[in-house]
């Protein structure tokens, strides 16, 4: 069980629904204010902010190490807030990249809330911040139902995974302003069908850009780093 979403057996919540319900609508009503003040926080400073979520083994971290490297390149200002269960792995990989890295450590909680974000945002957005990337804990379900105040949320689906993510699991797919298929570089060792992968992002509605990405090859990435920082 998450402690702060109240997720709860199937069993519990067929037997107390209602209280379920109650719980989700409250959590995510506290949620939702914490999240408009993100946004108004950093829209007055100029600050896109994308809330990247997939599922664990996706590819984040690798993605956001070359992505940190190249936008260095390019002279833009980013910070990063990180979330895990446990652990600081991830910013440790992610430091000396050219980017102040946070790291915020959930517990039992399976995602991050906005007011986690909000908590950290004076520390970590400096005078000439442009852009905040924030790499959410590996799990496509309770992060894609709490707002963080991002700008727009960003999937990745790793060609490991299976064409049929999307229809799986498909709020984030359907609210995403990018999916990123990532991992491309393994595709002639699996059985990965891209017409079928992106029949299921229509089938969810998707109506956000798509890309292909491999952080390990290269292949993709000046794409995506143009469409970051939109051009």
């Given amino acids: 069980m998450c402690k702060d979403c109240g997720c709860e057996t199937a069993n519990a919540v067929a037997v107390h629904g209602h209280r379920h319900l109650d719980l989700e609508t409250r959590v995510l009503a506290v949620n939702d204010e914490a999240a408009a003040k993100n946004r ?35 002279g833009v200002k980013v910070a990063v807030i990180v979330g895990d269960q446990q652990t600081d792995n991830d910013a440790q990989r992610l430091q000396g ?8 450590e959930t517990g039992a ?5 906005a007011q986690q974000i909000g908590n950290l945002l004076p520390e970590i957005i400096e005078e000439d911040t442009e852009l905040l990337l924030i790499e959410n804990i590996g799990n496509l379900v309770c992060p894609a139902a709490f707002d963080l105040g991002e700008t727009a949320k960003v999937a990745l689906l790793s060609v490991c995974e299976g064409e049929d993510k999307p229809v799986k699991y498909p709020l984030l797919f359907h609210d995403a302003a990018m999916v990123l298929l990532t991992k491309i570089d393994l595709i002639p060792h699996l059985d990965w069908d891209a017409e079928k992968c992106h029949q299921a992002l229509h089938q969810v509605a998707h109506h956000g850009k798509h ?8 292949e993709g990435m000046k794409a995506w780093i143009d469409w970051l920082i939109g051009k």
Avoid: F, M
Avoid at 211 to 217: D, I, K, N, P, T
């Fill in 109 to 113: 909680s399976c995602h991050l809330n």
């Fill in 40 to 74: 108004a926080w950093l829209t007055e400073r100029g600050i896109k902010t994308l809330n990247i979520i997939s599922s664990p083994g996706s590819g984040k971290t690798q993605l956001l190490e070359r992505t940190l490297e190249r936008l260095a390149q390019r």
């Fill in 97 to 104: 990249k050219g980017a102040p890295v946070i790291q915020i």
């Fill in 211 to 218: 890309l292909s990405v491999s952080a390990r090859s290269g």
